[in-house]
């Protein structure tokens, strides 16, 4: 099992930057792929990044894609998401997710998920 803690989460003006992280405990990191979702009020979470498990490989979502960088640090158990030029619809819970499956968008692909941490971006 991998328990994920995300921080870095805030209030920020558009145009801003932001950078989560998502701490995992646990000695088998290593073997997860890494997530980042996001849910807006009265909306179904959605992708934004993911991650394979020894990091050379992202995939993000069209609506970040250019803006956002998922990254991951296997010795220190961290996944970590640079968000730049934010606008007010990235505002959201952004959760960090892990799971065996492959690099997927799926959010039943993962199995394990944090508690989130809010971003709010202000006009």
């Known amino acids: 099992q991998v328990q994920l803690v995300e921080s870095g989460g805030g209030l920020v003006q558009a145009g801003g930057s932001l950078r989560l992280s998502c701490a995992a405990s646990?000695?088998?990191?290593?073997?997860?792929?890494m997530g980042w979702f996001r849910q807006a009020p009265r909306k179904e979470r959605q992708f934004v990044a993911g991650?394979?498990?020894?990091?050379?490989?992202?995939y993000y979502a069209d609506s970040v894609k250019g803006r956002v960088t998922i990254s991951r640090n296997n010795a220190k158990n961290s996944v970590y998401l640079e968000m730049n030029s934010l606008k007010p619809e990235d505002t959201a819970v952004y959760y960090c997710?892990?799971?065996?499956?492959?690099?997927?968008?799926?959010?039943?692909?993962?199995?394990?998920w944090g508690q989130g941490t809010q971003v709010t971006v202000s006009s």
């Open positions: 997710a892990a799971g065996t499956y492959g690099l997927s968008d799926d959010s039943h692909h993962y199995d394990y």
């Open positions: 646990g000695r088998t990191f290593s073997s997860y792929t």
């Open positions: 991650i394979s498990r020894s990091g050379g490989t992202t």
